[in-house]
């Protein structure tokens, strides 16, 4: 009999789940409640059993695919193949008939073909940047081999391949900034379906699909006037799918494309390119997009680039900015041009963690294999005035507050050779000093190790960065959207400062450490500000070391 194997429904709201891996492979024999895949959806990540004993029959939705709950994504035969259904005896008559009707389809001798996707890295990330290939086409790939490298807004990480099989075809170029769910390559499987006969209308479906996809890719070739070597003097430029669709909802016409100096490969025009050309438009900078026939070339080029391009010289030399730097950039303005950013300081004495640290560092460091420093104590304080006060740890939708009830702190990572992630503490409220020291340790070396996953990087509450580890004293960080508030950690520092014993006033050697406190006014005023940071500060200078 043939069963069915559908996308499970794993909670009230949950309407999809996407497919991260499968346990078994066409043609392998399954036992009833065997795992035989795992999905991962908004809720939950779980595995998958088989509903019966059988045979693997077909797999109909591969990994990295997300589809809606009910969907078939794979059949199971039973061993008893005479109790197969009289629908399923149809079917199967049926396509024996088409079969000896139709000549074979050659698209899937010698394996399936199996599309290698732009993943989806994060609840609102929509693009991804192809930074490196590992392989070239004609390579032998392993199944979970890494492929390539992406770069999103979120994370840069590396994409391990779906299946095992020949890379056969490569869709994108390296530094190509791409659409999540588009196809950038193809791999035929080796242990994907044996070869089968297809109907004409099996054919032309499949057909149809392939054109619409190369529609799809190709936008700028299939849909606009192409500008000839004679016309412009060079041959037309690639636009991306995004920059297209960028450039349809602002109206922005193929001259005026043509005539933004692109600042990525090949002098391509990226997303940012485009978004700087439209907002100085929109501000009025760019005084018209129409030239006069007798326009010289020199103001041709001052028109299509308003800003002032440098030329690399004996005493200039030029650096294009990565993918990551970019996105840092953006990320930076888009915060400071929507928070109103204020900025508070402390000054706290570390006397008591400092001298807990001398005693137990290195002990610590033997029983947990990681070593013990200041931050741990300072998430652990942060975590308590967090929860009485709430607002901190919130975010603004239009003119509404979201109060979030987990506390997921986020940690700002450096990463070499000039970049900056930050990754959070899931539930970091849940942690003791231990736990919290474990869990800093794990985020920044997967930071550092292109080992962080989407999960890591998605939903934090509130954040920690810590310049103090490069030796500044203090700053004024910019706040991680969408939240509403950042501290920064100073370095520690031994200083002489005023004590009181008994009204006696006299002049300690102490080690200090300034705390500062970036929040978004339209929603943390200073007062609110201010008894936050004074309830860090008050945490951490009489701090209870049974708690470690």
């Known amino acids: ?115 290698v996707i732009m993943p989806k890295m994060g609840e609102s990330v929509m693009e991804g940047t192809i930074i490196k290939w590992h392989k070239k086409v004609g390579d032998k790939i392993e199944r979970d081999e890494i492929i390539f490298e992406i770069s999103t807004d979120k994370v840069d990480t590396e994409v391990p391949s779906p299946a095992e099989g020949i890379l056969t075809e490569i869709l994108f170029n390296e530094n190509d900034t791409i659409e999540v769910g588009t196809t950038v390559a193809r791999i035929t499987s080796a242990t994907g379906r044996m070869p089968i006969k297809q109907t004409k209308a099996e054919e032309m479906n499949r057909k149809e699909t392939e054109l619409k996809t190369k529609e799809s890719v190709n936008t700028t070739a299939q849909s606009q006037p192409k500008i000839t070597e004679g016309s412009r003097g060079q041959a037309s430029k690639y636009y991306s799918p995004l920059v297209m669709n960028i450039a349809k909802k602002e109206n922005v016409s193929y001259d005026e494309l043509e005539n933004i100096s692109g600042t990525g490969l090949n002098n391509r025009v990226t997303k940012n390119d485009l978004l700087n050309y439209i907002e100085d438009r929109k501000s009025g900078k760019m005084k018209s997009d129409k030239k006069e026939p007798a326009q010289s070339k020199a103001e041709e080029k001052h028109a299509a680039s308003p800003k002032k391009v440098f030329e690399e010289d004996e005493i200039r030399k030029i650096i294009p900015m990565d993918n990551i730097r970019q996105r840092i950039m953006y990320h930076m303005v888009n915060s400071r041009d929507t928070s109103v950013h204020v900025t508070a300081v402390v000054e706290v004495d570390m006397t008591k963690i400092y001298d807990f640290l001398q005693r137990n560092k290195n002990s610590f460091e033997k029983n947990e294999s990681v070593k013990l420093t200041y931050m741990p104590f300072i998430c652990f304080a942060c975590i308590k005035a967090l929860k009485e006060y709430p607002l901190l740890n919130s975010s603004i939708d239009d003119k509404n507050i979201i109060m979030k009830k987990n506390i997921n702190l986020g940690i700002a990572v450096s990463v070499e050779p000039n970049g900056l992630i930050v990754p959070n503490i899931k539930d970091a409220d849940e942690k003791n000093i231990r736990g919290l020291a474990k869990a800093i340790s794990e985020l920044s070396y997967k930071s550092r190790n292109k080992g962080l996953i989407p999960d890591d990087i998605m939903n934090g509450t509130f954040s920690i960065t810590n310049y103090g580890v490069f030796g500044s004293l203090f700053g004024t960080p910019i706040i991680n959207q969408p939240e509403v508030g950042i501290l920064g950690v100073g370095t520690v520092t031994k200083k002489p400062v005023v004590i009181e014993n008994d009204g006696i006033e006299s002049i300690a050697i102490k080690p200090m450490m300034y705390l500062s406190l970036s929040h978004d006014h339209r929603l943390i005023d200073g007062m609110l500000g201010g008894k936050f940071l004074k309830m860090i500060k008050d945490t951490l200078e009489n701090f209870d070391t049974n708690l470690v």
Not at 1 to 18: A, D, H, K, N, Y
Not at 80 to 85: I, K
Request: charge should be negative.
């Open 1 to 115: 009999m043939l069963f069915e194997v559908i996308m499970p429904q794993m909670g009230e709201s949950i309407t999809e789940g996407t497919l991260i891996k499968w346990h078994k492979k066409k043609g392998d024999p399954v036992q009833k409640d065997e795992i035989i895949f795992e999905i991962s959806t908004d809720k939950v990540d779980t595995e998958i059993p088989s509903p019966e004993t059988g045979t693997l029959k077909e797999i109909k939705v591969f990994e990295n695919e997300t589809v809606e709950v009910g969907t078939v994504v794979a059949l199971i035969v039973t061993e008893d193949s005479q109790e197969e259904s009289p629908a399923a005896q149809e079917v199967q008559n049926k396509s024996q008939v088409k079969s000896i009707e139709e000549p074979p389809s050659t698209t899937q001798v010698g394996g399936e073909s199996v599309d």
